[in-house]
C-alpha cells in the first residue's frame, strides 16, 4: 500500500467513525460492548498464547513481577517496626487498605495496562494500523501486547488483603460489611480502568504527558495504600470530590474498620462506589470518543 492509499484508507474509517458507523463509535453502544468484549478476548488470547509458548521466561516474570510490587509493601513493613500506628492506624488496618487497592489496580492494570502507549502511537502514527480494522479501536489497543505477568501485582495484593482481614482486629463482621469488600475491589478496579482510559484519551492532544497521566493511576494507588488521616486534608477532599480515587478503597474501606469518612463525606457515601465507577466509565468513554474523533494520523 502506497502512501497516498494509506492515508486516504485511514481518513476514510476516520470520516465514518466521526459518522458514527465506525467501530470506535459502536463500542459504546449496546451492541459495540458485546463486540469490543469479544475483540478483547481474541486479541488477548493471541498474546496470551504467545507468552505460554516460552513457560519458563513466563513463570520468571511472574516471579519477578509479583516480588517487584512485594517490595512496596516491605516499606510499610519496615515503617512498622519503628512505630506503633501511622495516622491511627493499626499495622493489620494499613495492610487492609495496601491489598484492596493493590487487587484492585492489579485488575485495571492487567486489562489496561497496554494504554500508556498511546501517546508513542499517536507520535508515530501506529495507531492507524488499529484504525483500518473492523473492530472496536479501544479493545485492540487495550489488549495489545496483553502481559499475563501482570497477574503477579494481583496476587501480590490479594495476598496481603487476605492477610490483613485474617490479622484484624475488632471488625464486628456483618453481612453487609463482607458484600461490601468484593465490590469494593470491583468498582475500585472499574474507576482505575477509567483513569487509565481517560488518560489515554488526553493522549490524543497531550502525546508527551504520559508521566503526568500515569500519576492518577500508579501514584493514586500508592496513595490509597496509606490512610487518609497522614495527607492534608485539601488533598483528601481533592481525591473525593475531584479525582474520585477516595472511593477506591479508603470510604468502603474505613466503613468496614467503623472509622470516620474523611472530607465530611457522609456515612452513605462507602456504598457509593459501583456508581462512582459507572459515571467515571461513562466520562472516560465521551473523552476516548472525542479524542479519536480528533486523530488525524501523522500523513507518514
Sequence with gaps: MDRAEHVDRAEHVDRAEYAGRGAGEEAWSGSGVAESWRTYRMVAAMWIRSTLAYRSSFALTFLSSLVATFFDFVVILLMFGQVRGLGGFSFAEVAF??????TSFGLA????????RMGKRVRDGSLD????????VLAQVAADRFALRRLGRIAQGLLVLVWGLVVLEGVEWTPLKVLLVPVMLLSGALIFAALMVL?????????DAGEVTSSFTYGGN????YPPTIFAQDLVRGVVYVVPLAFVNWLPALYVLGRTPPAGVP?????????????????AGLAWRAG???YQSTGS
Design 97 to 102: 487498605l495496601y491489598g484492596a487497592t493493590g
Design 109 to 116: 492494570d492487567l486489562v489496561m495496562g497496554s494504554l500508556p
Design 129 to 136: 494500523t488499529f484504525l483500518l480494522r473492523p473492530a472496536p
Design 199 to 207: 488518560g489515554a484519551s488526553l493522549l490524543f492532544w497531550l502525546q
Design 222 to 225: 500508592t496513595m490509597l495504600q
Design 267 to 283: 456515612g452513605w457515601a462507602a456504598f457509593a462506589s459501583p456508581l462512582v465507577a459507572a459515571v467515571c466509565c461513562a466520562v
Design 292 to 294: 479519536l474523533r480528533s
